[in-house]
T-cell receptor, first 116, second 114 residues
C-alpha cells in the first residue's frame, strides 16, 4: 500500500468552481506539504504544515487554502479555480527530526488538475 | 530568481554508458542537496543526497559529486539502463530552522536508449 495517497488523481473543472484535493499518509510524519508542478518549472511550494495547529504559506499560496484535519490528512482547496491553476499537484511528507538536520520528503502520486 | 538551475532540459545516452546530470545553485546557504527521480504519472522519489561536508556520495550505480566552490553538483549513473529513463530533479535545502524547504530545479529528462 502507498504511504502517501492523493485523491482524486485527475480532475477537470470549470473556472470559478471550488475544488478540494486530499492527501493522506500512513508514514506517521509530522510535516506535510503541497507543491505544484508546471511544465518546465519544477516543483513550487504552496503550503506546508509542521503539525495540526501549525500551517504556513509557501512561495505561491495566493488563490489556495489548506486544512490539516489530522496528523495524517492535509487538504488543499482552490476557492475559485482559474485556468492558470491547471497543473500537477503533489503532496509530500517528512519527519520533523532535529534542528540542523535534514529529512527527506516523500511524495504522493500527484493530482492532475485542469481548469477550463 | 532561480536558485537551483538544471540547464539541460533533456539528455539522451546509450544503455551501458555513463549519464551525467548537472545542477548549479546560487544560494550559499544551501548545505544539503538531493536528487529525485520522477516517472510519468508518479510522484518524485528520492534517489540520493549529499551534505555540504562531503564532496562525493555513492549508492550503487548512482554517485553525486559536489563542488562547493563552483556551486555545482552532478549525478553520475553508471552503467545507464533503460529503466533509468525519467525526469531527474535536483533540490537543495538549508539546514537549521528552515530545513523544511526544498528548492527544486526544473528537471532534466533522461532517455536511455537500448
Amino acid at each position: 500500500d502507498a504511504d502517501v495517497t492523493q485523491t482524486p488523481r485527475n480532475r477537470i473543472t470549470k473556472t470559478g468552481k471550488r475544488i478540494m484535493l486530499e492527501c493522506s499518509q500512513t508514514k506517521g510524519h509530522d510535516r506535510m506539504y503541497w507543491y505544484r508542478q508546471d511544465p518546465g518549472l519544477g516543483l513550487r511550494l504552496i503550503y506546508y504544515s509542521f503539525d495540526v495547529k501549525d500551517i504556513n504559506k509557501g512561495e505561491i499560496s495566493d488563490g489556495y487554502s489548506v486544512s490539516r484535519q489530522a496528523q495524517a490528512k492535509f487538504s488543499l482547496s482552490l476557492e475559485s479555480a482559474i485556468p492558470n491553476q491547471t497543473a500537477l499537484y503533489f503532496c509530500a511528507t517528512s519527519d520533523s527530526g532535529e534542528v540542523g538536520s535534514y529529512n527527506e520528503q516523500f511524495f504522493g502520486p500527484g493530482t492532475r488538475l485542469t481548469v477550463l | 530568481d532561480q536558485q537551483v538551475k538544471q540547464n539541460s532540459p533533456s539528455l539522451s545516452v546509450q544503455e551501458g554508458r555513463i549519464s551525467i546530470l548537472n545542477c548549479d545553485y546560487t544560494n550559499s546557504m544551501f548545505d544539503y542537496f538531493l536528487w529525485y527521480k520522477k516517472y510519468p504519472a508518479e510522484g518524485p522519489t528520492f534517489l540520493i543526497s549529499i551534505s555540504s561536508i562531503k564532496d562525493k556520495n555513492e549508492d550503487g550505480r548512482f554517485t553525486v559529486f559536489l563542488n562547493k566552490s563552483a556551486k555545482h553538483l552532478s549525478l553520475h549513473i553508471v552503467p545507464s539502463q533503460p529503466g533509468d529513463s525519467a525526469v531527474y530533479f535536483c533540490a537543495a535545502s538549508a539546514s537549521g530552522g528552515s530545513n523544511y524547504k526544498l528548492t527544486f530545479g526544473k528537471g532534466t529528462l533522461l532517455t536511455v536508449n537500448p
